[in-house]
């Protein structure tokens, strides 16, 4: 049986039941999946396949960028795939970013207030500023698939330096943006993606 680590960082909570459903839809193909606080994780080496996920704090959060860095090697010989949580997005139209496939959820996205031209916050949310410190982490390895996904902003649980942050330059209404259709479609292509060949049996979820 193959074995697929799904490894979140978090920083109020959120991603936790994002990495948890995408780790059930990736056991749905026969696979042993583990889902794990990225501190949790002892190696790489027992899997066959890694998802790492993790949402935008001014910038992919960095203990996940951290993670990919410190198991460069590694990720070598197992695909990687990515999901990233945001609150904002800049609508651009990219379905790629440095010839790796972004897939976006499409209710996620905002046109620019002027066409052709973009405010700073708007230069800021574009899908390849987002993206490509993933990728420059990854180097020379390029994940087999990114994931763009609205996530879920509650002010109450923020310290007062992280809602300035939010609302000067996110400015996104606190709620819960979570599309598990298009989250659940995009983990249940992963199989495919991270090449598992497993019988379609009863996958085992572990949660950490
Ligand atoms: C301090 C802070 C910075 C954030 N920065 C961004 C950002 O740069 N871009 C974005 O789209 N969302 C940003 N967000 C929104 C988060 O990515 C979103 O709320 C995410 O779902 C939080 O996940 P968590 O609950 O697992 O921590 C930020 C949120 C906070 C609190």
Redesign the pocket.
């Known amino acids: 049986m193959k074995r697929i680590l799904v490894a979140y960082a978090?920083?109020?909570?959120?991603?936790v039941e994002v990495a948890r459903v995408v780790g059930e839809e990736i056991a749905k193909s026969g696979a042993q999946v583990d889902v794990l606080p990225l501190g949790e994780v002892k190696g790489l080496d027992v899997y066959d396949g890694v998802v790492v996920g993790g949402?935008?704090?001014?910038?992919w959060h960095r203990a996940a960028l951290g993670f990919l860095k410190k198991h460069r090697e590694a990720l070598q010989r197992i695909p990687l795939a990515v999901f990233v949580?945001?609150?904002?997005?800049t609508q651009t139209g990219e379905t790629s970013v440095d010839g790796v496939p972004v897939e976006v959820d499409e209710k996620l996205p905002k046109s620019p207030e002027q066409e052709g031209r973009l405010n700073f916050r708007e230069r800021y949310?574009r899908l390849a500023n987002y993206v490509r410190p993933i990728l420059k982490a990854t180097r020379p390895v390029k994940p087999v698939d990114i994931g763009v996904f609205g996530?879920?902003?509650e002010y109450g649980r923020?310290k007062w330096w992280?809602v300035l942050?939010?609302m000067v330059?996110?400015q996104a209404p606190a709620g819960d943006r979570r599309n598990w259709t298009a989250i659940r479609s995009w983990a249940a292509g992963l199989p495919a993606a991270l090449q598992l060949e497993t019988s379609k049996a009863d996958g085992l979820t572990r949660v950490g």
């Open positions: 978090t920083m109020a909570g959120s991603t949402p935008m704090i001014m910038g949580m945001a609150m904002s997005l949310a996530g879920r902003l923020l992280a942050f939010v330059i996110i």
